[in-house]
């Protein structure tokens, strides 16, 4: 399991970015950033008739469930998955072993084209993720309570 990062204001505009790119690059319907926990991280495109809550969670329920039926067959996982419907098509990707980038397109576009742009979106997403677990591991950067010590605390608590 991945360590919990922390989300900067830089690195959440830079993935939000990403996103709405890969939304038009894409022309896609929209496009979902999931962790693996199922916490929605990113939104792009025709969201207002979907429940994104519901949406995060399902993928990593999905992305688990094709995990574990991975290595029943003696595979590490199953990075990506397409689903295609009557309608709408999902294709998702795992991003550095952390998040799945989601992407919910029709008929007015190809998988091709969305397989070429994800690949695209996925190496840029992974070198933000790559920041964001340096600036984590730095000393006294990885917890917002890491300059509060012993001592504070006890003051805290010491009336």
Known sequence: MASQLVMYEE???RIN???DRLTKDANAKVVFLVDKNGQLLSAAGQTTNIDTTSLA???AGNVAAM?????LIGENEFPNQFHEGA???LYMTVVGGRVVLVVIFDNRTSLGLVRLRIKKAS???ERVFTTLAARSAAPGVGSPFAEISDADIDNLFSE
Not at 67 to 71: D, V
């Open 11 to 13: 690195e959440f505009h």
């Open 17 to 19: 970015a990403v996103c």
């Open 87 to 89: 309608k709408d098509s």
């Open 57 to 59: 969670s399902l993928t």
């Open 123 to 125: 190496e840029e997403l």
């Open 67 to 71: 995990g574990g039926l991975a290595k």
